[in-house]
């Protein structure tokens, strides 16, 4: 367990780790259970008949349901884009020795962290355009979502920043670098490098937050089967399409992340080993005359 997991959550001890894997043990049974009853009762009412799946083996309708992930892309990767941008400077802000600064962004990240996404998108929807802001449909959707995932994207870097050894500022700050360039050259650096996991993980949420497009119409892929299952009155097999296209799509960047996160381990390993290795005098700071 890296730094930064180990301020986010506890490393559970032998016990803890006995009652997950008995939890998963069974939760995993409740579930292959359920996915037998479920194709039981799909059989037994003529839904997995050949004749009720042969649309989905047709062009026409993969475009449709590709053109709707392409838009859940487009909308994710800029969500994805803005929220970090601006996560990073709440992160750096409630990091500020400026009191007001620190306020401020503590202050956004608590009340955005709280309130629901959904309701974000109502009051772009309903509330901002009595206003005059009136935003196009692609924005009234991500607007909403960059302002909740903004503010978890600001504890993520700020756990970062906190776990690394505040040696490395001193250290910054001793060979004469002012405070943000030592922020800038020395700690964002390898506090993005440790983050890199966690920051994919963030996004498989944000993925599926786009699901959300649906309230403004926007056609991104979970809206896109809706109006696919109400054209061909096939709503089960239409659904479960979509469900196995999210599952394709949120698998490849989870195994993304365990891969960034091995990687991370073994650059960590390496890095810790070469430290060990090094004579005292440099180990402590000093070069030798």
Known sequence: MNKTQQILFDEPGPRAQRRIRIATVLGAILLVGALVAAVYQFASHGELAAARWEPFTTWPIWRYLLNGLWATLRAAAATAVLSAALGLLLALGRLSTHRPLRWLAGAYVEIFRTVPTLLLIYVTLFALPQYGLNFPLFWKLVVPLVVSNSAAFAEIFRSGILALDRGQTEAGLAIGLRRGQVM???????????????????????????????????????????????????????????????????ASLSKFARVLQARNGRFGGRRGRRTAELPPPLLEGNTPR
């Open 184 to 250: 800038a050259l020395v700690v964002l650096p390898q506090a993005l490098l440790q983050l890199a996991p966690s920051l994919v993980s963030q996004l498989v949420g944000l993925l599926k937050d786009t699901s959300l497009g649906f309230v403004v119409s926007y056609t991104e892929l979970l809206y896109s089967g809706q109006v696919l299952a109400s054209y061909t009155h096939l709503l089960i097999q239409t659904f479960l399409v979509v469900a196995l296209i999210y599952l394709v799509v949120n």
